[in-house]
T-cell receptor
């Protein structure tokens, strides 16, 4: 969906470094989500936001933090990257909770 | 959260209809049935959703059993571009929108 983008699309980093992934939407959707996708686990929710400065934890939130200072931007930060956080990260947006979500193209993160 | 059961994989021939089944015997009255698909190396893509009645859109049709314990996603004429993993997901109405993705059904389309 052209209304939601992620940056960077690919990143390689070293263990112990902080990493920030950005999700940007142009649709003025209230809800935004961060998921990770790993082989054998499918997509799992990390954190989500239901408004500016309103966030909550998902299923696999340990080691991650998020911030949403503007409607259009939702940042995911790995405070100190570990190899277990090597994954593909998808963000999504939605008009209302429980309703349709539109996903970004994903960020492939490799932690060495 | 209510669980869904889907076949691991299905095959179809190009230009033929495809019926992708999903069982959700523990569905509650407020659960919406959502279908998403994920093409290789892309993010999940919304396909269709419904509550009780059958639904049609430009991508597919959703047939919901009368007791709502199962549903079927229908692709009327499969193309090679429809090869993807299809996820059937239950989402409670009014929830914060946490979609729980299972393993889905991997659809292969043969020319």
């Amino acid at each position: 969906d052209a209304g939601i983008t992620q940056s960077p699309r690919h990143k390689v980093t070293e263990t112990g470094t902080p990493v920030t992934l950005r999700c940007h939407q142009t649709e003025n959707h209230r809800y935004m989500y961060w998921y990770r996708q790993d082989p054998g686990h499918g997509l799992r929710l990390i954190h989500y936001s239901y408004g500016v400065k309103d966030t909550d934890k998902g299923e696999v939130s340990d080691g991650y933090s998020v911030s949403r200072s503007k409607t259009e931007d939702f940042l995911l930060t790995l405070e100190s990257a570990t190899s277990s956080q090597t994954s593909v990260y998808f963000c999504a947006m939605g008009l209302a909770g429980g309703n349709t979500q539109y996903f970004g193209p994903g960020t492939r993160l490799t932690v060495l | 959260d209510a669980k869904t059961t889907q076949p691991n994989s299905m095959e179809s021939n190009e230009e033929e209809p495809v019926h992708l089944p999903c069982n959700h015997s523990t569905i509650s009255g407020t659960d919406y049935i959502h279908w998403y698909r994920q093409l290789p190396s892309q993010g999940p893509e919304y396909v269709i959703h419904g509550l009780t009645s059958n639904v049609n859109n430009r991508m597919a049709s959703l047939a919901i059993a009368e007791d709502r314990k199962s549903s079927t996603l229908i692709l009327h004429r499969a193309t090679l571009r429809d090869a993807a993993v299809y996820y059937c997901i239950l989402s409670p109405g009014g929830s914060q929108g946490n979609l729980i993705f299972g393993k889905g059904t991997k659809l292969s389309v043969k020319p």
